[in-house]
């Protein structure tokens, strides 16, 4: 039974999904948390269990002593300042700045794009519509994909958003991971070696082998 009663803050995930980014940064915290899988295959997110919680039927959701928290920039927002001894949200304007501007991309950009080839009943109702916005959305999930890898291959810059490690890392991990994965197929290593490397070096942190192991995924 789906409950949002919990001593500790509670991640509602799924393996795979964008809720990955807020399972990293939680791990990174190094504070309790309770996660709870929604198996979204099974339709679990439009249960009415779930729904009395985040009437969107999406993940993640974080419920903080009985504050929730939905949409994954406003969850590791949430997450970086509830936990300020982890230091996952830069403190200076330009990183800050940097930070939101790679999480609002990845949220918007990327998923957005994804989401027309992974989805496309959301966005037309006929099977020739569906078909159209599926190829569509092929051909621009390719050319946002290369766009972040012609940004980060640009930066001298050891993480996304700057010298230091944030939440911002974690979602490119995330989707690097989409772009690997059977809907796209994408050979991350050959075509995208900047963002690769970026990934690579995410995946090494502890907190984020514990996440992947949780969900049951493999490392860059």
Same mark, same amino acid.
């Given at each position: 039974?789906?409950?949002?009663?919990?001593?500790?803050?509670?991640?509602?995930?799924?393996?795979?999904?964008?809720?990955?980014?807020?399972?990293?940064?939680?791990?990174?915290?190094?504070?309790?948390?309770?996660?709870?899988?929604?198996?979204?295959?099974?339709?679990?997110?439009?249960?009415?269990?779930?729904?009395?919680?985040?009437?969107?039927?999406?993940?993640?959701?974080?419920?903080?002593?009985?504050?929730?928290?939905?949409?994954?920039?406003?969850?590791?927002?949430?997450?970086?300042?509830?936990?300020?001894?982890?230091?996952?949200?830069?403190?200076?304007?330009?990183?800050?700045?940097?930070?939101?501007?790679?999480?609002?991309?990845?949220?918007?950009?990327?998923?957005? $794009?994804?989401?027309?080839? *992974?989805?496309?009943? =959301?966005? %037309?109702?006929?099977? &020739?519509?569906? @078909? /159209?916005?599926?190829?569509?959305?092929?051909?621009?999930?390719?050319?946002?994909?290369?766009?972040?890898?012609?940004?980060?291959?640009?930066?001298?810059?050891?993480?996304?958003?700057?010298?230091?490690?944030?939440?911002?890392?974690?979602?490119?991990?995330?989707?690097?991971?989409?772009?690997?994965?059977?809907?796209?197929?994408?050979?991350?290593?050959?075509?995208?070696?900047?963002? $690769?490397?970026?990934?690579? *070096?995410?995946?090494? =942190?502890? %907190?984020?082998?514990? &996440?992947?192991? @949780? /969900?049951?995924?493999?490392?860059?």
């Amino acid at each position: 039974m789906i409950s949002a009663q919990s001593t500790v803050p509670r991640l509602f995930y799924s393996p795979e999904a964008c809720s990955l980014a807020a399972h990293i940064a939680l791990e990174e915290t190094g504070e309790a948390f309770e996660p709870v899988r929604i198996a979204l295959a099974d339709g679990e997110q439009r249960s009415a269990g779930y729904l009395a919680i985040n009437p969107k039927g999406r993940v993640p959701t974080l419920v903080d002593d009985g504050f929730v928290v939905t949409e994954l920039p406003a969850v590791l927002l949430y997450i970086a300042r509830r936990f300020p001894h982890a230091a996952l949200w830069p403190g200076d304007p330009q990183g800050e700045a940097r930070c939101a501007e790679w999480v609002a991309w990845c949220a918007s950009g990327l998923h957005e $794009t994804f989401g027309h080839l *992974r989805r496309p009943e =959301r966005f %037309a109702d006929s099977d &020739a519509a569906r @078909r /159209e916005v599926a190829d569509k959305g092929r051909v621009s999930s390719r050319a946002v994909w290369e766009m972040v890898e012609r940004r980060l291959a640009a930066s001298s810059d050891q993480w996304a958003a700057g010298s230091c490690y944030s939440v911002a890392d974690g979602c490119l991990l995330t989707f690097w991971i989409w772009g690997r994965a059977k809907t796209l197929r994408y050979d991350m290593h050959r075509d995208f070696p900047a963002w $690769t490397a970026l990934a690579t *070096r995410v995946a090494q =942190r502890g %907190a984020v082998r514990r &996440a992947l192991e @949780r /969900e049951g995924l493999l490392a860059p």
